[in-house]
Nanobody, 116 residues
Framework: EVQLVESGGGLVQPGGSLRLSCAASGFTFGSYDMTWVRQAPGKGPEWVSAINSGGGSLYYADSVKGRFTISRDNAKNTLYLQMNGLKPEDTAVYYC?????????WGKGTLVTVSS
């Protein structure tokens, strides 16, 4: 069974940093591209960042480029999102996602709140 468990969210002041983690199980993590998606209160899902299976190709939404860094540790079956220079508009629930056998699997998410 595919399982994705996000952690690392919390309340942070504008300009602060957080590091999100996504622990994966139930599939061969190192063989799959991974994605971070966020959903702000009252809004639809927004694609944030993606990384290929080997970690050599990284992709970012314009809204986070230069501030967020995606990475993965295939030995630990874990995906990361380092978030620096956080802004109030980054407030959202952050989800990791994988497409496995043609089906998108999501974790339950971790809430990031950026506020003074």
């Amino acid at each position: 069974e595919v399982q994705l468990v996000e952690s690392g969210g919390g309340l942070v002041q504008p300009g602060g940093s957080l590091r999100l983690s996504c622990a994966a199980s139930g599939f061969t993590f190192g063989s799959y591209d991974m994605t971070w998606v966020r959903q702000a209160p009252g809004k639809g899902p927004e694609w944030v960042s993606a990384i290929n299976s080997g970690g050599g190709s990284l992709y970012y939404a314009d809204s986070v480029k230069g501030r967020f860094t995606i990475s993965r540790d295939n030995a630990k079956n874990t995906l990361y999102l380092q978030m620096n220079g956080l802004k109030p508009e980054d407030t959202a629930v952050y989800y990791c996602k994988v497409r496995f056998n043609g089906v998108d699997y999501w974790g339950k998410g971790t809430l990031v709140t950026v506020s003074s």
